[in-house]
């Protein structure tokens, strides 16, 4: 027979003739007892005890040690799969290079956070950190995805696949004619009135409004500036945010999608209409082109929304610059100058330096720790938050415009100051990095320091997060300190803990 225990472990049993329930291992009988496991003198759960051996129910352990399991197979058999943590670390394979893939951000999708950001207002904000991881995904994916499948719809001159219906309720037209703009043939269409809506429906419109939803349809809003704009979505993507617009909880992706039709409303002129399975590369190149667009005078990157930490007692007002948005940001503009060879992306990613010269308490994002260490905080708040998965992320950015600096790229003084802004940093991350070594996790940041509170202790994915950064760094920097670090951290993500005195 079997006996489950907590409703996840089992025991095998085995009768015996005496009436007993025991086990068969080297021919002992045991018999198997509940008892109750009284825990800290506070409550008790119920257990079973074989002999001296006490089994204690793994949905209790699961909770009491925050560890992570369930039951799978292996070789065909039944196995309890016990984990001690629940992320992943993603060790890199080759040395870290501005021309390549960003770190291992081929492995995320953060497009249902692009543009408009939730985290923190559910009224939506833009949110700089996320357009910039946006484009350092697709640009990662560009290297390690194969080439995408790709259908020309409509160029012009005729149309690839199919033929276009032009509705009579709508008195509808359309034509290819040359257009000098362009210097090429594109589609003309004209509408009037619009048509019923049916199915799902995803609309880009020529409006201000950033996103409405109206029951199955989504609208977007793509300006009302009358030239020609380079348009990229993903309609599964725009789709699911959409429905999930002002809600807490992501929608549910509805299954078999596929375009049923595309539809022109109004006028217009159309060239290059097109339908593939990705656009890595245009993606990239979108959130470059918004992050040259809306840099500011400073050079950065405002965010326009209130940022509450540790239960409001730091709080920043919106329009405060992160440290990690800058380093982003720079990171996707030197590519984009190493991609293309245009100067305005190196110049703004060059600009983007300048808050990290202006202390938190001035509306930059650079501190010090102890009035010593400079540290470039991913959350400039007054006191210092010490984020360190930021600070890293801010490195990285001052790595590749220091490295794309050169050559003629970017003035001498904008090159010693991305230079010297890195090295500062590296030098404070060195002496700074134990600090964030709880002996069997890390912490996310030093506000137990700042604040005099409990430590805001990491969750196992900001935990790899750290670990992944460390190993990536082991590859541009070869002190010791990354990787024996990196190493220890590991261990502890396997159950493994500093040692007691």
């Known amino acids: 027979m079997k006996w489950a225990v907590g409703g996840l472990v089992t025991v095998k049993l085995l009768a015996e003739n005496n009436g007993g329930i025991g086990t068969g291992i080297k021919g002992k ?10 825990i800290n003198d506070d409550y008790a759960v119920p257990c079973r005890k074989e002999g001296s051996e006490v089994f204690v129910p793994f949905s209790f352990l699961r909770k009491y040690f925050e560890v992570y399991g369930k039951i799978a197979y292996r070789d065909g058999k039944e196995v309890l799969d016990w984990q001690h943590s629940y992320s992943k670390v993603m060790a890199p394979n080759a040395m870290y290079h501005t021309a390549g893939p960003f770190l291992w951000f081929e492995n995320y999708n953060v497009a249902v956070r692009v543009p408009i950001s939730t985290q923190w207002d559910p009224k939506g904000h833009f949110y700089p950190v996320q357009i910039a991881q946006f484009g350092l995904s697709h640009f990662s994916k560009n290297f390690t995805e194969p080439p995408p499948s790709v259908a020309l719809l409509e160029n012009g001159v005729r149309s690839q696949h199919g033929s276009w219906v032009a509705s009579s309720r709508l008195k509808a037209s ?3 004619l040359r257009d000098d703009e362009t210097e090429g043939h594109v589609f003309e269409f004209r509408t009037s009135a619009p048509d019923k809506p049916s199915l799902y429906g995803v609309h880009y419109i020529m409006t201000d409004t950033h996103l409405a939803v109206d029951d199955h349809d989504v609208y977007y809003g793509i300006g009302t500036q009358r030239s020609w704009m380079h348009l990229t979505r993903d309609l599964a993507v725009d789709l699911v945010k959409g429905l999930s617009f002002g809600q807490r909880k992501m929608a549910a992706r509805p299954r078999n999608l596929r375009v049923h039709s595309i539809v022109f409303r109004g006028y217009g002129l159309v060239d290059n209409l097109t339908l593939t399975t990705s656009a890595h590369e245009a993606h990239f190149f979108d959130a470059a082109e918004w992050l040259v667009r809306h840099q500011d005078d400073t050079g950065g990157w405002p965010i326009q929304v209130t940022r509450r930490l540790s239960n409001g007692m730091l709080e920043l007002e919106p329009g405060w610059y992160s440290a990690m948005a800058q380093g982003q940001a720079m990171s996707v503009l030197t590519r984009a100058y190493l991609t293309t060879g245009q100067r305005r992306y190196l110049d703004a990613a060059l600009r983007a330096t300048a808050p990290f010269k202006v202390r938190a308490e001035t509306h930059g994002v650079m501190t010090t720790f102890l009035g010593k260490f400079v540290w470039y905080e991913e959350y400039p708040t007054v006191p210092s938050s010490f984020v360190l998965n930021g600070f890293i992320y801010s490195l990285f950015g001052l790595y590749d415009a220091k490295s794309t600096c050169g050559d003629g790229a970017g003035s001498l003084e904008q090159c010693r100051d991305a230079e010297k802004l890195f090295l500062d940093g590296m030098v404070s991350l060195k002496r700074m990095l134990p600090l964030f070594d709880t002996g069997s996790g890390t912490a996310y940041d030093l506000r137990h320091f700042s604040l005099g509170i409990a430590p805001n202790l990491a969750r196992w994915d900001y935990h790899t997060t750290h670990i992944n950064q460390l190993l990536y760094l082991a590859t541009i920097d070869d002190d010791p300190i990354f ?15 500093a040692p007691h005195n």
Request: include cysteine.
């Open 483 to 497: 990787k024996t670090t990196a190493d220890r951290w590991i261990q502890y993500m396997k159950g493994f803990r």
């Open 174 to 176: 359309y034509s290819r």
């Open 29 to 38: 009988a045991h018999l198997v007892q509940e008892i109750k496991c009284v």
